[in-house]
């Protein structure tokens, strides 16, 4: 299946990027080209549906996703959300993190004063979280459910173990890297929380995200303001105070009805085979480069990864990269790539003749 029609960068160059950026499909451009179109036309009465429309949009995400409605909410970024999220909390919440998480994860939560713990993402990760868990006894646990620089996935079976072991325990997941690399049913998942940018492997562009709780995660957050009355104004009406807490001001229906256009395009095409096609040349990825000895042994033991990689590199290796037009960012100590499902195994071996120059 050839995605370049919708994609016609995807002509231009060989994209492993989209753990920096996804790239934005034909039919959301010209979504984006009528939104203008019509906002510039209208003026102020293009704003008349907005509260549907966004009520159309938090459905769109609680149904890809399988939340409800009413404890789903638009925010602009992940960073947003979770530091709105932090805001929420009692002062006296102990965090295990993961060491060298993503920054927007980790500072947050260290810049307030949390008591903190960290586990370390090694082949080990699951069983290093618990044992932080017995020793160190976190009220809540906030992870990358996949870490940024290396590509290394938490094993969401263990997290559902988890949680029913301790169910007491907040998880806490950062999704911007894991959300739209496959199915994934947040209500029966052990996740308490899942915060994502839609700007990655969502495809949705710049300036949208979500956050995802369920009822325990509801009822620990802003509790000193439930005392107060809610506004009454008629353009306030049927918020609830979470609410006004993450969607505080106006949302933009440009970025958000975008994340809603690539939604609809991922259920037109189907998370399974998406799904499916990501494990297939992320399989073949992780042999190829583990044979050529360019992963780190911790990647290379563990059975379960994503589709984003780090390889050891030098200037020459990034050098022939770029006289390729392969597309890739360093990060950390080497070069991260990245295959979405619009990746090709032709992708794969173009990359491989350029490594296999070294």
């Known amino acids: ?78 960073s947003y959300g979770f530091n709105t999220f932090l805001d929420g909390l009692a002062a006296d919440h102990k965090f295990l993190l993961i060491t060298s998480d993503y920054p927007s994860v980790n500072y947050p939560v260290e810049s307030r004063g949390f008591h903190c713990a960290y586990a370390l993402p090694d082949e080990h990760l699951e069983e290093n979280i618990l044992e932080q868990i017995k020793t160190f006894n976190p009220s809540i646990l906030a992870i990358s459910l996949v870490q940024y620089a290396s590509g290394i996935q938490i094993d969401l079976n263990f997290i559902r173990t988890l949680k029913e072991s301790y169910p007491d325990l907040l998880i806490v997941g950062d999704g911007t890297q894991f959300c739209g690399t496959g199915s994934f049913n947040f209500e029966e998942s052990g996740l308490d929380v899942l915060i994502s940018s839609g700007y990655k492997w969502m495809l949705s562009g710049y300036g949208n995200g979500f956050v995802l709780l369920k009822d325990q995660a509801c009822r620990l957050l802003y509790q000193k303001r439930m005392s107060y009355s809610l506004p009454t104004e008629i353009f306030l009406k049927d918020r609830s105070m979470l609410s006004l807490c993450f969607e505080p001001g106006h949302l933009d229906t440009f970025n958000f ?69 392969i597309i890739v960012t360093p990060r950390g100590e080497g070069l991260r790539l990245c295959f979405h499902f619009y990746n090709t195994e032709e992708d794969l071996e173009k990359l491989l003749r350029v490594l296999d120059k070294n």
């Open 1 to 78: 299946m050839s995605f370049k029609a919708q994609f016609p960068l995807l002509s231009n160059c060989t994209y492993l990027n989209t753990a920096s950026s996804g790239i934005l499909s034909t039919s959301i451009l010209e979504w984006r080209k009528s939104h203008d179109e019509d906002f510039f036309h209208r003026g102020s009465d293009f704003r008349l549906e907005q509260r549907s429309f966004l009520q159309e949009v938090r459905e769109h995400v609680a149904r890809f996703f399988h939340s409800k409605a009413e404890n789903t909410f638009l925010v602009q970024n992940m």
């Open 257 to 325: 009805g975008t994340l809603k256009q690539s939604i609809l395009n991922f259920e037109s095409i189907g998370m399974d085979v998406i799904q499916q096609k990501l494990h297939s040349i992320g399989e073949l990825a992780k042999k190829a480069l583990t044979d050529r000895g360019l992963l780190s042994n911790t990647v290379a033991a563990r059975e379960l990864h994503s589709t984003i990689f780090n390889i050891s590199t030098h200037p020459e290796l990034t050098q022939r990269l770029q006289e390729a037009n």
